[in-house]
């Protein structure tokens, strides 16, 4: 397809891990991101991955990349009330940027 | 780290005047800015991309005299919505692109525009 897709809504218990998954369209994309989006606020970035690599770790967050099935996933351990929000896969591609539709994340105490 | 501001956060305005929308690099050189428009509850379309010293370029559909983007030095670019009709109330958000890495991009906080 040609937009990069995300399911729409998750919810989780605080405490567990949650995972976010992104299908995104191009594989030569070279850059693949994870923005957060709090209720009235801009983007914030999360973290990004290089296309030649399958993972990276920052503290809570992994990030796990399949080139062959343009499957991007966000792990976020140990999930908090405040990493409610929207969070946004984005891939660089013809030296641009390409959002997904956002996935809400929310915490439940 | 990189920082992009908006002004203003927020601003009510009356259809048929016109709005500024100001984005700045606070702490890095910008040769390329971008507009997006937030609707509720959906992903970020991409306006426009502005570039330093040059005219705007412009997604299809978005009209450019409605919009228009001055991006006069490398640390500022400004939307204007001309005569502004409720439709056009949105979150408008800008990002900026460091001059020396064309895969980073920083977002400013937004701006909500509500036209009554």
């Known amino acids: 397809g040609e937009d990069v897709e995300q399911s729409l809504f998750l919810s989780v218990r605080e405490g567990d891990s949650s995972v976010i998954n992104c299908t995104y369209t191009d594989s030569s994309s070279t850059y693949l991101y994870w923005y957060k989006q709090e209720p009235g606020a801009g983007l914030q970035l999360l973290t990004y991955?290089?296309?030649?690599?399958d993972m990276k770790q920052d503290q809570r967050l992994t990030v796990l990349l399949n080139k062959k099935d343009k499957h991007l996933s966000l792990r976020i351990a140990d999930t908090q009330t405040g990493d409610s929000a929207i969070y946004f896969c984005?891939?660089?591609?013809?030296?641009?940027?390409?959002f997904g539709t956002g996935t809400s994340l929310t915490v439940i105490p | 780290g990189a920082v992009v501001s908006q002004h203003p956060s927020r601003v009510i305005c009356k259809s048929g005047t016109s709005v500024k929308i100001e984005c700045r690099s606070l702490?890095?050189?910008?040769?390329?800015m971008f507009w997006y428009r937030q609707f509720p509850k959906q992903s970020l379309m991409l306006m426009a991309t502005?570039?330093?010293?040059?005219?705007?370029?412009?997604e299809q559909g978005v009209e450019k005299d409605k919009f228009l983007i001055n991006h006069a030095s490398l640390t500022l670019s400004t939307l204007t919505v001309t005569s502004a009709h409720p439709e056009d109330s949105s979150f408008y958000i800008c990002?900026?692109?460091?001059?020396?890495?064309?895969?980073?991009?920083?977002f400013g906080p937004g701006t909500r525009l509500t036209v009554t």
């Open positions: 984005a891939e660089f591609r013809s030296n641009q940027f390409y």
């Open positions: 990002s900026a692109r460091d001059h020396g890495s064309s895969y980073e991009q920083y």
């Open positions: 991955i290089f296309s030649n690599m």
């Open positions: 702490d890095f050189q910008a040769t390329t």
């Open positions: 502005s570039n330093e010293g040059s005219k705007a370029t412009y």
